[in-house]
């Protein structure tokens, strides 16, 4: 089927130990993004691509690694897992035109590090 | 970074029209203002996007003042099924130096019967 699909969708770990999110989208889209949500912020943006081989930092960067070697999938990598990277991780992709276009975004990944 | 508010949560009842407005004073130039809509276990999906004055779908509106700092989702004649956390997000093209995206803190709309 079509779309953006996370794997896994629940992961449990503990601290210290490296684990990696993975993204997969089939529209060929651009742009990827990867969000974590926090009761009391919102959704805020980890790291975001461009395209393949290109990557940005977004708002909260720190502790977290990204790659795109191909332009369908976009891992998440925590290097060193701590307590405070428990959340609910989401990824989304995106079409690249002049403004700003709709993400569409997966049903997520819950971590708890334990 | 344009900082966006938005109200926690909000009370409806079925038929009614829903109001939920964004308040986002730093808006940039080239900054557009998107809404999403989250259901409990699943990712925002898109609602409707727009840069200034009033854009409308088959299931919004968006008002935007000539200021832009502010803006106001409209869900008309809301039902059970419009239950869900409602996300404002405000940002430009990301290829433009500086340019960010930043998502409300999310607004819980109940509909009741």
């Known amino acids: 089927d079509a779309g953006i699909t996370q794997s896994p969708r629940y992961k449990i770990t503990e601290t210290g130990r490296q684990v990696t999110l993975m993204c997969h989208q089939t529209w060929s889209h651009s742009y990827m993004f990867w969000y974590r949500q926090d009761l009391g912020h919102g959704l805020r943006l980890i790291y975001y691509s461009a395209a393949a081989d290109i990557t940005d930092k977004g708002e909260v960067p720190d502790g977290y690694v990204v790659s795109r070697s191909k332009t369908e999938n976009f891992p998440l990598t925590l290097e060193s897992a701590t307590r405070s990277q428990t959340s609910v991780y989401f990824c989304?992709?995106?079409?690249?035109?002049?403004?700003?276009?709709?993400?569409?975004f997966g049903d997520g990944t819950r971590l708890s590090i334990l | 970074l344009a900082k966006t508010t938005q109200p926690i949560s909000m009370d409806s009842y079925e038929g009614q029209e829903v109001n939920i407005t964004c308040s986002h004073n730093?808006?940039?130039?080239?900054?557009?203002i998107t809404w999403y809509q989250q259901f409990p276990s699943q990712g925002p999906r898109f609602i409707i996007q727009g840069y200034k004055t009033k854009v409308t779908n088959e299931v919004a509106s968006l008002f935007i003042p000539a200021d832009r700092k502010s803006s106001t989702l409209s869900l008309p004649r809301v039902s059970l099924s419009d239950t869900a956390v409602y996300y404002c997000l405000v940002g430009g093209p990301l290829k433009a130096a500086g340019n960010k995206l930043t998502f409300g803190g999310g607004t819980r709309v109940l509909v009741k019967p």
């Open positions: 989304a992709s995106s079409e690249s035109t002049g403004g700003p276009q709709p993400q569409h």
């Open positions: 730093n808006i940039a130039t080239n900054d557009y």
